[in-house]
């Protein structure tokens, strides 16, 4: 039974016939993730002393992909983390980054911090 199995793979140049639904899911995965890599090419650029909350990055996300592009806060914040890390604290803030073009917001120092200026 493996050798039949050998040939047939043999005969198909050593590829896997995959399902359908596979590909179709693959392909919706990637044109997901190259949507994700776009905006964050786009949009969002390194900020030390700055902050962006995932709510401010999601709604720029929704104008940025328009009506047609339908995901859900929690999965967009899932990929952001694949870009610039888990978000911090109650309001889910992305530290050490900002939106492009705009003034960003700083990172307030804390009551436990001394400026020593």
């Known amino acids: 039974m493996l050798f039949e ?3 047939v793979l043999k005969d ?4 896997f016939n995959t399902p359908d639904e596979v590909n179709a899911a693959v392909k919706e995965y990637q044109e997901e993730a190259s949507t994700y890599t776009q905006f ?3 949009k969002i650029e390194e900020a030390p002393g700055y902050k962006v909350d995932a709510t401010t990055l999601y709604n720029e996300f929704q104008l940025f992909v328009g ?3 339908k995901t859900q806060k929690s999965m967009f914040i899932k990929q952001m983390e694949r870009y610039i890390g888990k978000p911090k604290g109650r309001s889910k803030e992305f530290i050490g980054f900002k939106l492009h073009g705009t003034s960003g917001d700083p990172i307030e120092s ?3 911090e001394v400026d020593m200026d």
């Open 40 to 42: 964050f090419n786009d």
């Open 12 to 15: 198909n140049n050593f590829k």
């Open 5 to 7: 199995r050998f040939k």
């Open 110 to 112: 804390t009551p436990n």
């Open 67 to 69: 009506r047609d592009f």
